[in-house]
């Protein structure tokens, strides 16, 4: 008596999977989305509660919208340069992901140094946290944001560095791509202080 012997089926192919490195980042990324909504959440609070000290009116010196909409421009441009510097690795073109990997880290710088134009202005008028409600919440978002815009800019200029070794465009390497990630929060972050702080009234 003979018995039919059936193949083992093979297993079913695994899905997509993320890496350690990725989850890492998304974790991270997360904290910072709920610091920042407990930052920009406080904000909202103290203007809805006291109207009266965020008034246009109420405010020692004006904020200098102009020269934040081209730091906006800045940032929305470095978040383009920065997806070329992603794309670039994924086709492992050392050369372009220097290049894009430099102009995103200056693109940054310049946001830094108009930032700290702004801030001088409201320095030399004698503005400061101290000064108002409105400004001290307008100081620590801006202060906290611009922190995170250096923690970018730096390795971003280490990466720029290393770039032409190749260590980026080898398969598997998504380190450009997780510092991607970070600086597209980081400029997303921005585009909500923006109106909050310079267009809403």
């Avoid at 089926?9 to 990324?29: D, N």
């Avoid at 709920?34 to 904000?43: A, K, W």
């Amino acid at each position: 008596m003979s018995v039919a012997v059936t193949p083992l089926e093979s297993a079913p192919p695994a899905g997509p999977s993320i890496t350690s490195g990725k989850l890492g980042m998304w974790i991270f990324l997360a904290s910072e989305v709920m610091f920042f909504s407990g930052l920009i959440g406080t904000y909202v609070v103290l203007r809805v509660s006291a109207p009266d000290q965020f008034h246009p009116d109420k405010l020692i010196h004006k904020l200098n919208v102009p020269l934040a909409t081209v730091n906006t421009a800045v940032l929305i441009c470095s978040s383009f340069t920065m997806a070329l510097a992603v794309h670039a690795a994924q086709g492992r073109n050392d050369r372009n992901v220097r290049r894009f990997l430099l102009v995103t880290a200056l693109l940054g710088i310049v946001f830094c140094v108009l930032k700290g134009v702004e801030y001088n202005e409201k320095f030399s008028h004698g503005v400061g946290p101290s000064t108002s409600i409105f400004y001290s919440c307008y100081f620590a978002a801006t202060g906290v944001h611009l922190t995170h815009v250096i923690g970018g800019v730096v390795p971003l200029l280490m990466f720029a560095a290393l770039a032409g070794s190749g260590r980026f465009t080898r398969p598997g390497n998504i380190t450009v791509e997780l510092l991607g990630l970070y600086w597209h929060f980081v400029d997303i972050v921005w585009i909500f202080l923006f109106p909050l702080l310079y267009l809403l009234r």
